[in-house]
Each structure stands twice: as C-alpha cells, then as structure tokens.
C-alpha cells in the first residue's frame, strides 16, 4: 500500500492554498443567477461573481477577527460584525439583510408612515418566490471555509449574518450584471477631475479600467465575466472594489487556463 503524503501543518490563517479555490461554487452562483434573470451565465462569469464575493466576506471576516482579537476572543459574535462595518464602511454590502437580521436591529432606524406612526418591522413572507433572504442557508458552507481561513470560528448567529450578507450581495450582484447587459454597459457611470482654477482640464485617462467597463460587447442574452467586473464597479467602492476586481480577474484568467 502506498505511503500517504505527508499533510502540511497549519501555522495560523491559510492564504494562497485556500483562496486559490473559491468556497463558493459556480453551480451555487449560477443558481442565484437564474433566481434573478433568464439570461445564460458564462463560466467565466459564474467565477467573477464567486470570487466578487469571496474578496468581499473575506474583508468583513478579517474585520471582525480583529475586533475578536482585542477581546482575546477566536470566536466571533454578532458584535464583531458591527465593529467590522462601523470601522470599514467598504464592506458594508447586501444592506437588504439588515432588516432580517435581530443584529442591525435598532440601527436601520425606525420607520414611520405618512401619518407619524412607526411602521412594524417586517415580517417573514411564506411566498415561494425565491429571494437572496429565502436562500441565505445555501452559503454557509463557503462561509464557515472562509472562517477556518483566517483562523477563527463563529457562533451560529453570526454565520447566519454572513450567509444573509453573501446571499443578499451575490443576488444585487447578479441584478446590476443583467442590467449591464441590457443596457449595453454601465450607464451610470460618471468621473470627476480635479483641476486648478485657471488651469485647463487634463484630458480623460482613457485607460482606465474602470471606464473600460463601461460600455460592452457581445450577445444580449449572456452575461459574461466583464459584465459581473461592471456590476462589481456599481456594487463596491474604494480599495475594497479595487481588490475585487483585480482577484475577479485573476480567478477567471486562471479558470480559462486551467
């Protein structure tokens, strides 16, 4: 019988071993996909929307681990997931969730109707139709390997959180990617440059990336990974968008590769 290899050992968060596989599989993401629009999702695509969203809940967790970490603590809670968004307003993403979730409760604000009386919280729809909160339970398997990547578990609450945030994120995600493929690009797209008074203008920085994304090509019934990198542009912001985009594309040139 042969020797098995021998297994490396774990000396703290895992990094390029883990991060090289998306926790989030592109059956899962196509699946979310088709909850949202008709539209054919290429691989390519399936892998930009996986790794979006990997870099994303990746920087929240990492957040929260520091948060833990100055309480002595490896297992986050709630809390910690508030002190991540308050210290980082980059990851705070998939917004719809926090009026399921017990944890932003109380910090959404209280909602009043045109009369002055406070609106109830909303409550749980029995609708069959699908939507990112119905199906938040799909991702807690990438999201405890997420956890186990950066060294720390969770309790049970704040896994649920990070289920809704991932779910919520990934189907706006895909919402802003049909539209761009609709649309036949960004639309809302804009720049601002600054400029000296008296001085004038500098010509547009044409290679921008960013501004690449901004018109498409190709059919108009497949979305494809340049068009999850556009909806990428609408979603997130700062370095965290930066980072995203530049993981996204890596992770798809590495899948056509591969």
């Not at 297994?7 to 059956?27: L, Q």
Request: hydrophobic share 40%; no cysteine.
């Amino acid at each position: 019988m042969p020797a098995q290899p021998a297994r490396p050992e774990r000396s703290g968060p895992e990094t390029a071993s883990v991060m090289d596989v998306s926790p989030f599989k592109p059956s899962l993401v196509k699946a979310v996909f088709r909850d949202m629009t008709p539209m054919h999702v290429s691989r390519s695509a399936a892998w930009a929307a996986a790794s979006v969203t990997r870099t994303v809940l990746t920087e929240i967790i990492e957040g929260a681990r520091r948060a833990a970490a100055e309480e002595a603590r490896r297992k986050l809670v709630p809390g910690d997931l508030l002190s991540a968004i308050d210290r980082n307003v980059e990851v705070e993403v998939g917004s719809k969730w926090y009026d399921h979730s017990p944890t932003f409760r109380g910090l959404t604000g209280v909602l009043y109707d045109a009369e002055g009386v406070i609106v109830p919280s909303r409550k749980r729809s029995r609708s069959r139709k699908p939507s990112a909160v119905v199906g938040a339970h799909r991702f807690e398997a990438g999201v405890k390997k997420l956890l186990r990547s950066q060294g720390v578990t969770a309790v049970p609450a704040m896994v649920r959180d990070l289920d809704g945030i991932a779910s919520v994120f990934l189907t706006d995600l895909a919402r802003d990617a049909a539209m761009v493929v609709r649309e036949g690009g960004v639309k809302r797209f804009g720049t601002v440059t600054l400029a000296m008074s008296g001085e004038p203008a500098p010509p547009p920085f044409l290679e921008d990336p960013l501004l690449a994304l901004s018109t498409r090509r190709g059919d108009g019934r497949t979305i494809g990974g340049d068009d999850v990198l556009a909806a990428t542009t609408m979603q997130l912001f700062g370095d965290l968008r930066q980072r995203a985009l530049t993981e996204a594309r890596e992770a798809t040139q590495n899948t056509s590769a591969g």
